[in-house]
């Protein structure tokens, strides 16, 4: 009956039993059809335009940390042009959607399927106990650095609230109402349908039956008092799982889970100390990401910190970062490899000062020494 009644309400032009697949705890969900995918994709085209205000405010909060966009995921499917960005991330990705077809980016970019998780974290979570990484493999060290870093610092973070960021998110059809509401004003059956309708195309292999890395490849962090007044949503750092997974890969995992942290945490610290950009321009971003690089690196080399080689440190600097856009012509989107390296670089030396003998600067300190050395830190791509 219910089926029925969607079908004729929302008519999406495909047949009531595809329409109305079973939600996937009923078992395997029907099977995905050519029908379904054209169908789904026009409705996809539909609703792009219909995003609203408040989804608009809510997805900015992440765009400094913005990995992969409409056009990375465009670049990546279509492996001839690897030319922007040709190791690493990027290479990897492209490895990850090799096939996904033009149609399947229609769907995932008109409906912006990769906020959806990011959305939910940053409005429900953490709602209970949190695990990091698909099956909970970065959990302790996520929750160790956490705590250490709480205490490393000088500033307090005891408001600053962890959050994990899944891409199974996708197949909670409740979870995924929620936020169908929220993104396209859609009355709650019609958003209802579209959830399910979103399941169902995630559920098939190439998708990672909804586990795929790219629906989570992001980390950010944001404050009321910096980014989300009237949300009244706290302070969080958010940490998707695709991105530790992507790092992982690529020889990171030793590293990667407590430097993505420490640099969201760096944002942090930026909130408190009132070190925000004041405009919003490259060359602020720039600042703001380099000096939230320089505050990782300081914590993971610095001995009361994660105690980690320069090396280590480095590499891991290098590779986060590296993916994103064909922006390194845009003379500071994050700061280049080599810049965001030779942060990490000049926060080891700090760190590991002669006479430091152990003791942890007071975080605006940082940050002064880093302004003041900024220019050189540049130097390498200025
Ligand atoms: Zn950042």
Known sequence: MRRRTFTTAFALGVPALALGAPALADGPPAAWTPARSRALRDRAAQLTPRMTDRARRLM??????????????????????????????????????????????????????????????????????????????????ITKTFRTLQKFWDVDGSHIRLAAMHSDLLVDVDATTALA???????????????????????????????????????????????????????????????????DALGLGDVAPQGILAHEYGHQLQFSLGLGAEEQSP????????????????YLSHPRG???????????????FQLGDCAFDDPGHHGTPNQRAEAGHWAYDLANAKGAKGHVRPAAQVSTLFREDLPEILAPDA
């Open 60 to 141: 900015a909060v992440a765009d400094s940390e913005r990995l992969v966009d409409a056009g990375t995921l465009e670049r990546a499917i279509d492996g001839s042009q690897h030319e922007c960005a040709p190791t690493g991330l990027t290479q990897w990705l492209g490895e990850q959607v090799t096939d996904f077809t033009d149609e399947d980016l229609a769907i995932i970019t008109g409906l912006f399927l990769m906020e959806w998780p990011m959305l939910h974290a940053l409005l429900f979570e953490p709602d209970g106990p949190q695990h990091y990484g698909p099956d909970g493999e970065y959990t302790k060290a």
């Open 283 to 298: 060359e602020a971003t720039r600042l703001t990401e380099l000096e939230a690089d320089a505050f990782s690196g300081y």
């Open 306 to 320: 994660e105690r980690l080689r320069n090396r280590r440190v480095e590499a891991f600097l290098y590779a986060y």
């Open 181 to 247: 509401e929220l993104l396209f004003e859609l009355p709650t059956p019609e958003a209802r349908e579209l959830a399910t309708e979103v399941a169902a195309f995630l559920s098939q292999p190439k998708f990672g039956g909804g586990r795929h890395p790219l629906f989570s490849f992001n980390a950010f962090a944001f404050s009321d008092q910096a980014l989300l007044g009237d949300e009244g949503l706290g302070s969080k750092i958010i940490m998707g799982d695709g991105m530790l997974q992507a790092l």
